[in-house]
């Protein structure tokens, strides 16, 4: 490293602490930056709580079928059976049971950095209660919130990173030689050192070096107190550190080459604050609104309404084969049948629905999946849009994640169908071994976080490749600069 | 600047000369407006973004539009074609009401995609509002999407604020508001005329935009349903509102350029304002509102309902209020068995669960209900402070895209349930004499659509008083603080 780098490092570093409001607005920004990290823990407490108590409501219904069960079973050896239940609180009975009474909690526990982003985890519900029903009767419960609270969004580390802390940047790099200028100080340092352009360099760095290592000792403070200190060793954290590294340099080189084109520092301010509002506002609304357009999210009543009509479907199937039975038999006697063909038949009816909602299921998650890859490809126009992706991804609160627990969910479903489904067909009552060997969804939390978060190599490069050619420009600019 | 030079004014100078001053001034700052080609590009660019923010919305709204009108019709041929069944069976299959979209939602989407599009009406149970769009859109979705109201909420004070942070120190600096003053224009006069200037470009910004948006309605409104008039009226409240909002940082933008020391000190002060205003202000609201207005989860709120229908008989004929229930109705009637009844007992006993199931539901979906009222109240509270705060309320109230309007839906809807029930209830009561009766079509048809309409523009004036309130209170404050700079005018 050059002495005149490390010289205007060091002078600039020396001006800066004697100047209060930059300390205001280091101290600033890393005390929203804590702040966001601690409602981001009690943000977490909160799922944790929710996961708990559907747990526990698992939990206290699958004893109470126990206990029923036992009761039932005991009568039954003892020669006093109790009353019969009605088949939909009769723990033996398997086409009932399965569909709700004793309904099995798939839970995606927070990830070990679930403070950092929100992501979609306001919308979708921490737990799902698996049925033998169609993903329509169960999938698409979501968690009680103001729909106001849900539009603002929440305070939370990938807000002020993306929004706040570049601002802070723009603020510490926008006038560096335009300030100077404006003093009548540059002719001075230009003066002063032999190489100018690094001595400028060196400056640049004190001057944005301060507001990026605030932010990552910020981050790793939060995350110290609010999470525990072992999640600072953990690869997601290195990659949660980059992140936000890359993104303040981003800025940062952005400040520099707008700063280096040798303007005034208003037109400087102007062209950053038209930059930033361009790039985390209005790019991320106009990517969204262009993907929304070009592939609509399907409406999901059409998966619904194709379970209702295979219902009707079904009776009228129904109604056609008890009027033919009539036709052949010459009276209209009904064929015979107790109450496992009337199982029988409601298994059918949701046999029905369950293959048509999975088949529409399936399209519409194809039309969202196009959706979102248009989305994700213009979000390379936006540093913003890949960093907000990337925090959230890295929380666990973002698609990759929840892809991952619904397609956990999709094999567990079918599990759960077969245990349940093969023993009503066969008109087997459960057991208490029965429900001793119900599947479970078991911790695989834990396989799906796994061991750092992937696919973040295309959105990191997406920022660092506009910040590597500004910072070019930048130094270009340096270079050429003019007293 | 020329016709000020003319003739020196007198400290006790008429109003009539008094209002040369204004116009003089308000001219020359339109002309400094249009002169500043940056200025005119960023205008045109941002009067272009929302006129496609308009286009966007109009066509995503047809569009669900066209989606849940066809769900609607399909979900009707499914009620009506189910085949003969006990009419509890049907009401247990139930119906689906979809929520009709508010033609100003292409303006303001307001909570649209955070609520839901349709419930299921189904026996016994009062459910909530299913599939949130926003559940489908991925995260980058949570940036927001291109709306008019994104646009004049968040981008247009930024436009007023890069317009006036240098009315007066931009002035100052260049040397002409010395000589403004030493020809005896008053500071108020000329404090009036720059408002007047920037005001005027807040209507020249705004005017496109609600044109294009009155466009929009007369070819969006179907007007068998709705009140084209009334679309108008709402339209023409946010206008109002939209007007105060900017209205109020033109004032904030002159105040703060009166006294600040040089106009990069002003231009800081308004920017951190703005980012207060539009980014944090809301987060941080939202965030007290669930901190001091806790709601339940969901686990807690379907538990509650629970433990409370726990206390009615359902179809549970062992439970003691079912006992006593029976009782009764056979003590009414004179008769000793359920057989001797003259109507059906299955039927009464339907319609006595029933009811007490409403008066639950009415009770805990009430209580949740007034815990949101109680968050956006804590919400917009800060509204004369922090305007976002209090016109987005106004906006999406208007544009009828609020929870309350949800809410008013809902509980349409939940009346529609409840007519399926009761008519469902009395046939069994007046036409099942055994366990085999079944209807027909004829009551699947005599039993109505879901039909909704949606109130009246007086609606949402009823529940936004203390975000009105909060929105004037901002415009005054600004005002007065502008005065306020104003008298502390500083020449040099």
């Known amino acids: 490293m050059s002495s005149a780098f490390l010289a205007g490092l060091r002078f600039e570093a020396r001006m800066m602490r004697r100047d209060g409001a930059i300390w205001f607005a280091l101290l600033a920004l890393a005390g929203v930056a804590l702040f966001a990290l601690a409602m981001g823990a009690s943000r977490v407490v909160s799922q944790q709580a929710a996961i708990a108590g559907a747990r526990a409501d698992e939990t206290q219904r699958l004893t109470n079928l126990q206990k029923t069960l036992a009761q039932l079973q005991q009568g039954e050896t003892q020669g006093k059976p109790a009353p019969e239940p009605p088949p939909f609180r009769d723990p033996r009975n398997a086409a009932f049971m399965g569909g709700g009474p004793a309904a099995a909690v798939a839970a995606l526990a927070p990830g070990p950095l679930a403070l950092v982003a929100t992501g979609q985890s306001d919308l979708l519900p921490p737990a799902v209660r698996v049925t033998t029903g169609s993903k329509d009767s169960f999938l698409f419960a979501d968690e009680i919130d103001n729909p106001a609270n849900l539009m603002s969004g929440a305070t939370d580390l990938a807000f002020v990173v993306v929004f706040v802390y570049p601002l802070v940047i723009l603020a510490m790099a926008f006038n560096l030689l335009a300030g100077e200028r404006e003093q009548g100080t540059l002719s001075m340092s230009l003066a002063s050192a032999r190489r100018p352009a690094a001595a400028l360099a060196g400056k640049l760095t004190a001057r944005v070096a301060a507001p990026i290592l605030a932010t990552l000792l910020a981050v790793a403070a939060g995350v110290w107190i609010f999470a525990g200190w072992e999640r600072l060793a953990t690869p997601g954290f290195a990659v949660l550190l980059i992140v936000v590294l890359l993104y303040g340099l981003f800025w940062a080189a952005l400040a520099a080459a707008v700063d280096g084109l040798g303007r005034s520092s208003a037109f400087n301010a102007l062209t950053l604050i038209g930059a930033w509002v361009a790039i985390t506002m209005i790019l991320p609304a106009a990517i969204n609104s262009i993907a929304g357009f070009a592939h609509p999210a399907p409406s999901r009543t059409d998966m619904v309404l194709a379970a209702r009509a295979a219902s009707i479907d079904a009776d009228r199937a129904r109604d056609a084969s008890l009027a033919r039975y009539a036709q052949e038999h010459g009276d209209a006697e009904k064929p015979a049948g107790g109450p496992q063909e009337a199982t029988l038949r409601r298994l059918a009816t949701q046999e029905a629905a369950f293959q048509r909602v999975e088949a529409i299921v399936a399209e519409h998650d194809a039309q969202l999946a196009r959706q979102r890859d248009m989305a994700d490809r213009l979000g390379y126009l936006s540093p913003a849009y890949l960093t907000y992706q990337a925090l959230a991804d890295i929380a666990g609160s973002g698609e990759t994640r929840y892809r991952a627990f619904l397609d956990r969910i999709r094999a567990f479903h079918l599990d759960w169908r077969e245990f349940f489904l093969s023993r009503a067909k066969a008109g087997a009552a459960l057991t208490a071994q029965d429900y001793a060997a119900m599947p479970k969804f078991t911790q695989a939390d834990e396989e799906l976080v796994g061991p750092a978060p992937a696919g973040l190599a295309g959105p990191l490069i997406g920022v660092a490749l506009p910040m590597l050619i500004l910072a070019a420009l930048a130094m270009r600019g340096y270079r050429r600069c003019r007293i | ?492």
């Open chain 2, 1 to 492: 600047m020329s016709d000020l030079a003319l003739a020196p004014l007198a400290t006790t100078a008429p109003a009539k000369s008094r209002w040369r001053v204004v116009r003089a001034v308000a001219a020359k700052e339109w002309l400094e407006l249009f002169r500043d080609r940056r200025l005119v590009w960023l205008c045109a660019f941002v009067v272009a973004l929302m006129l496609a923010a308009l286009a966007f919305g109009y066509v995503e709204n047809a569009r669900i539009l066209r989606e849940r009108d066809s769900a609607a019709r399909a979900d009707r041929e499914l009620w009506v074609g189910q085949s003969a069944k006990n009419p509890h069976a049907a009401a247990h299959f139930g119906q689906y009401a979809f929520k009709p979209l508010s033609p100003l939602a292409l303006a303001d989407p307001g909570v649209d995609a955070y609520v839901g599009s349709a419930v299921w009406l189904e026996a016994h149970k009062q459910n909530e509002t299913q599939f949130k769009q926003a559940r489908d859109g991925g995260v980058g979705a949570r940036l927001g999407s291109l709306s008019l109201a994104f646009i004049l909420q968040t981008i247009a004070p930024l436009i007023v604020i890069l317009m006036g942070f240098a009315s007066f120190s931009g002035e100052r600096e260049s040397g002409t508001l010395k000589q403004l003053l030493s020809v005896g224009a008053r500071p108020r006069d000329i404090l009036a005329g720059k408002a007047m200037a920037l005001i005027g470009a807040i209507f020249a910004l705004l005017a496109p935009a609600f044109f294009g948006a009155a466009l929009a309605l007369v070819f969006f409104v179907d007007r068998e349903r709705l009140s084209l008039a009334d679309q108008f009226l709402r339209l023409a409240a946010l206008g109002a509102a939209y007007a105060a909002y900017l209205a109020g940082f033109a004032f904030l933008a002159l105040g703060v350029s009166a006294l600040a020391r040089n106009s990069r000190a002003a231009l800081v002060t308004l920017l951190a304002f703005w980012l207060a205003n539009s980014f944090l202000a809301p987060r941080l609201a939202t965030d007290a509102a669930r901190a001091f207005a806790p709601t339940p989860t969901w686990q807690d709120f379907r538990a509650r309902i629970a433990q409370d229908k726990a206390k009615t008989f359902g179809h549970d004929e062992s439970h003691p209020a079912f006992v006593a229930f029976r009782d009764e109705t056979l003590k009414k009637y004179g008769v000793s068995r359920v057989e001797d009844l003259p109507v059906s007992f299955r039927g009464l006993s339907l319609r006595k669960d029933d009811e007490a199931g409403y008066a639950i539901f009415d009770r805990h979906f009430g209580a949740l209900q007034s815990a949101f009222d109680r968050q956006d109240a804590l919400r917009a509270a800060p509204g004369f402070l922090f305007p976002l705060l209090a016109l987005r309320p106004i906006s999406m109230a208007f544009a009828g895209v609020d929870s309350r309007s949800q809410f008013d839906f809902a509980t349409a809807a939940e009346a529609h349930r409840r007519d399926i029930q009761n008519q469902v209830s009395d046939n069994i009561i007046h036409f099942a004499h055994d366990k085999q009766y079944v209807a027909g079509p004829e009551l699947w048809r005599k039993i109505a659509s879901f039909a909704y309409r949606a109130p009246g523009a007086v609606f949402a004036l009823g529940y936004s008083a203390l975000p009105i309130i909060g929105l004037l209170a901002w415009l005054a404050l600004a005002c007065a603080f502008a005065l306020f700079a104003a008298r502390r005018l500083r020449p040099v």
